[in-house]
């Protein structure tokens, strides 16, 4: 599996933007699809997650009710739609999947994920 990712940029505080991760190679609607990030000097977190399908959404407590995951499976892609964004989501942005059928409430968990798309830069000016 192949993930490329898109969308990154600079934004202004309060500003939204879009990125886009499309996959090749990927096997089942049933396996997950997740957003990480990592701040400058710190570990990689969680963003949010779902299956292919649509199915077990979660998000990581900043991005709920900001952040919209979803997937387009005629284009093999996921998108996280990020709005209000704040400074502290100035971070490198990363896409995965994995290639397992897991239950949704394990899929905010790094160690799942096999396969990494490029990191993609956020920057939120205040």
């Known amino acids: 599996v192949q993930l490329q990712a898109s969308g990154g940029g600079l934004v202004q505080a309060g500003g939204s933007l879009r990125l886009s991760c499309a996959a090749s190679?990927?096997?089942?609607?049933?396996?997950?699809i997740a957003w990480f990030r990592q701040s400058l000097g710190k570990e990689r977190e969680f963003v949010a997650s779902r299956k292919w399908n649509g199915a077990s959404t979660r998000y990581s407590d900043p991005a709920r009710g900001r952040f919209t995951i979803s997937t387009d499976n005629a284009k093999n892609t996921v998108h996280l739609q990020m709005n209000n964004l704040k400074p502290e989501d100035t971070a490198v942005y990363y896409c995965?999947?994995?290639?397992?059928?897991?239950?949704?409430?394990?899929?905010?968990?790094?160690?799942?994920?096999?396969?990494w798309g490029q990191g993609i830069l956020v920057t939120v000016s205040s």
């Open positions: 995965a999947t994995a290639p397992g059928y897991y239950s949704g409430q394990y899929c905010f968990m790094e160690s799942l994920y096999t396969f």
């Open positions: 190679g990927r096997a089942s609607n049933d396996y997950p």
